[in-house]
Each structure stands twice: as structure tokens, then as C-alpha cells.
């Protein structure tokens, strides 16, 4: 079965980057779209990044310039850099991957900025 499984959250002061991983084993990695979510305490889930089979990338306004997201295929991998982290990044990260084959989740991983 199809398993996403996320990594790289903690907690980093303001203006430190992280950087999340998600590895992804039960599919065809390469023939997906892979998106960081983010689900901030009493807000809604909401798009980060994605990128598509073919590489393209877009962003949610508040992180251009700030995050980059990447992919592997030959490690069945997508990364989400994190630069200039602001406390409004503070959330729940999570991974996706969604093709015509299906919409598939990982388990979430916290991202604390505080000071």
C-alpha cells in the first residue's frame, strides 16, 4: 500500500530554516504530483508547494522566496526547504501525493517557530 512518510519538523527560532522530507514507497513515485500542506490550530489545511511529474513548481504567496520545494524519483523522495521561518509558518506539515491513481497522506509533522 501506498505509505508517505514525513520527517525534518521541530521547533527553530525565527529567521532558522528547516528542511522537511517525505518518503514514499507503494506507488510509481515519478508519476505523481507531491504537495506540502500546512494545518495551523483552528485554520484550515492549506497548499504550501507542489510540484508536478514534470517538475514544475508553485507556491502559496506567504513562502515564495522563503521555501523550495524538490523532488527525487530515483529516492522515491520530495523535500520542502524552509528559509526565513516567520512564526506564521508554525503548523502541521503535511505531505501529498495525487495522481488519477489516487490522493494519498502522510501522518503530518509539527514545525514550531518561536523564540
Known amino acids: 500500500q501506498v505509505q508517505l512518510v514525513e520527517s525534518g519538523g521541530g521547533l527553530v527560532q525565527p529567521g532558522g530554516s528547516l528542511r522537511l522530507s517525505c518518503a514514499a514507497s507503494?506507488?510509481?513515485?515519478?508519476?505523481?504530483?507531491m504537495g506540502w500542506y500546512r494545518q495551523a490550530p483552528g485554520k484550515l489545511r492549506e497548499l504550501v508547494a507542489r510540484?508536478?511529474?514534470?517538475?514544475?513548481?508553485n507556491y502559496v504567496d506567504s513562502v515564495k522566496g522563503r521555501f523550495t520545494i524538490s523532488r527525487d524519483n530515483a529516492k522515491n523522495t520530495v523535500y520542502l526547504q524552509m528559509n526565513s521561518l516567520k512564526a506564521e509558518d508554525t503548523a502541521v506539515y503535511y505531505c501529498?501525493?495525487?495522481?488519477?491513481?489516487?490522493?494519498?497522506w502522510g501522518q503530518g509533522t509539527q514545525v514550531a517557530v518561536s523564540s
Open positions: 501529498n501525493a495525487r495522481s488519477f491513481q489516487g490522493d494519498y
Open positions: 510540484i508536478t511529474s514534470g517538475g514544475s513548481t
Open positions: 507503494g506507488m510509481i513515485f515519478s508519476g505523481y504530483t
